[in-house]
């Protein structure tokens, strides 16, 4: 039996910066290029963020480091989960950039998640995100990515009603489910749902950075199409 959209939402953005802490900023040097890219952060991501957190009144965590330091949705045993400035690090360092880093983002989003569905409450969590809107010389002919678990019924059915909804807020909005990545890939959302089974509904939104590129009106209209769509998904 489907549960009834009737949940506590959760927004997190594991790729909003390309800072680098003090320590580790010898192994950039030289790397502005890599940082500034999509390869270094999600350009427009923390915005989006910010924006459904303030329509949702929702809770936010936002990891403050650039990816390329230690990947935070990747899963702790994944091979890239540190990028090629830090995986000839030795053991002991890596080790020392998991404990400090990527555990304590991750586990702070845990706990939040754990004090909510112990007392009674499911949770939505949006997990956001941008992306190049070229990759690898291919034009990518999305706006839009709904990533989710297409065996989670609760998730199906939320991307197929956000969908609708977008689609009458931006009717030339090029929507996609599970593209331009495929919601099932290792990342955070994959290992929430191990964790905590059915109360947990994970969903990724991709958001395709040529809006931020454009300027502000185009990138603001999306920005307010998306925060306002979210406020009907439940109706």
Request: charged residues 25%.
């Amino acid at each position: 039996m489907e549960r009834p959209l009737s949940h506590r939402f959760l927004i997190t953005c594991e790729h909003a910066s390309n800072q680098i802490p003090g320590t580790y900023k010898h192994l950039f040097s030289g790397a502005d290029d890599d940082l500034t890219s999509h390869r270094g952060w999600d350009p427009g991501a923390l915005h989006i963020a910010h924006t459904i957190k303030d329509t949702l009144h929702a809770p936010i965590f936002i990891y403050p480091f650039t990816r390329l330091l230690i990947e935070p949705n990747r899963s702790a045993h994944h091979p890239r989960l540190f990028s090629e400035f830090t995986k000839g690090l030795s053991q002991d360092e890596k080790a020392h950039i998991i404990t400090e880093y990527y555990h304590p983002y991750r586990e702070s989003v845990e706990a939040y998640i754990d004090s909510i569905i112990s007392c009674n409450q499911p949770v939505i969590h949006l997990s956001i995100h941008t992306f190049a809107p070229v990759l690898n010389g291919e034009l990518r002919d999305i706006d839009i990515g709904l990533l989710y678990d297409p065996n989670r019924p609760t998730e199906k059915k939320l991307c197929k009603r956000w969908k609708q909804i977008l689609r009458n807020e931006m009717e030339n909005l090029r929507i996609r489910m599970n593209r331009p990545y495929k919601g099932t890939s290792d990342g955070f959302t994959t290992t929430l749902r191990r964790r905590f089974g059915d109360a947990y509904t994970g969903i990724e939104l991709e958001v395709n950075q040529q809006y931020f590129m454009d300027g502000r009106e185009p990138w603001e209209r999306l920005n307010k199409s998306l925060s306002k769509s979210l406020l009907h998904i439940q109706e």
